[in-house]
């Protein structure tokens, strides 16, 4: 295994699995560091490919193609949770893999997911039940109450793969809505729903050396249940989102950046709604914060170097350019404390995720 050297000298190559923004951004943040990146991505044309030291193209079920790829780095790493567990072992077997594929099976699939946080860390998550029919739905709507959010267990993402029943007669239609009887079994989760006050979320590291820290408080708002802006550090943080966020990271035995999302509620309780074992949309702001970025933090953490300070000089306002939002760019670029932070993407699709930018005060 090439990458069994605990601690990344310059010159040494990054693996990263998956060719988007967050791996774009990951490579910069090595290349300012004097570290090479290979990117693994079926698609070619990616917002990744533009600063990249090697592309392979593949799919993420292609093992012996993550293997070659993987045997060529010193370790690897990966900008979304949904690599598949056959992927993440194989590239295992051949660098070093932070996180690990421990952190990934916890945050793949959101019924694991919530039992983790629940049962084994004794983390407050809301109501949750599994569903596999839509008998057990009607069950556990009872049990548990309306409004409920049906959802799929894996690969939902910005509220795809997820409906509110607000009373009964919705349910059939609910139930179709996600695939109902063309899933396969023990497809489904059923959510209560959490009349939350605000949402929050805490991006955190661990390092190799097991060493934690957390960037301050983050507040998010959503628009068509995809990010839309990140305030921090956040207003009213009395630091229980980092001491479980820390919780999370020394059970997974985690090395790299995670992001943990919250509701808070009108009593101050949290209750976290999901984890990403990776640098998260919440923490762009890092960026123009004045302090480490999340995603140096991350290429330092997987690394093995030391973590980088996580404290502002100055509070950071991110938007998600999302769609034809990215069309703004040249007056955005004329206003002062804007920075902007584009993705080469060509294609400007409604719902996409252009880029953002980080307005500080
Ligand atoms: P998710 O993909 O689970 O992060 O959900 C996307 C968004 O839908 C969240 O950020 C919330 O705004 C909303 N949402 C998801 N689950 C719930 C829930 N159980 N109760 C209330 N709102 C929810």
Partial sequence: MRGSREILAPGATIGILGGGQLARMMGHAAARLGLNVHIYSPVADCPAAQIANLLITGEYDDAESIIKFASDCDVVTYEFENVPAVTAKAAASE??????????????????????LQAQLGIDVAGFEDIDNVFTLRRALKRLGYPGVLKTRRLGYDGKGQVIIRSEPDIDAAWE??????????ALILEAFI????????????????????YPLTENTHENHIL??????????????????????????????IGVEFFEMKTGKLLVNEIAPRVHNSGHWTQNGGCIDQ????????????????????????????????????????????HIHLYGKKEVRAGRKM?????TS
């Avoid at 880029?355 to 307005?359: A, D, E, T």
Wanted: proline residues 7%.
């Fill in 195 to 214: 009349p939350f006050t605000r949402e929050i979320s805490i991006i955190a590291a661990r390092g190799l050396d097991g060493s934690c820290k957390a």
């Fill in 95 to 116: 660098a070093p893999l932070r996180p690990n594929a421990r952190a990934l099976d916890v945050a793949q699939d959101r019924l694991t997911e919530k039992s983790f």
């Fill in 295 to 338: 995603f140096e933090q991350h290429i330092r953490a997987v690394a093995g170097w030391p973590l980088g300070s996580t404290v502002p000089n100055c509070r950071v306002k991110m938007t998600n350019l999302i769609g034809e939002a990215v069309n703004q760019w040249p007056a955005l670029a004329l206003q002062a404390n804007t």
């Fill in 177 to 186: 809505k996600l695939g109902g009887d063309t899933l396969p079994e023990n």
């Fill in 228 to 257: 839309h802006t990140s305030l921090a550090p956040a207003p009213r943080d009395n630091g229980e989102a980092q001491k479980i966020a820390f919780k999370i990271l020394d059970a997974l035995d985690y090395v790299g950046v």
């Fill in 355 to 359: 880029g953002h930018i980080n307005q």
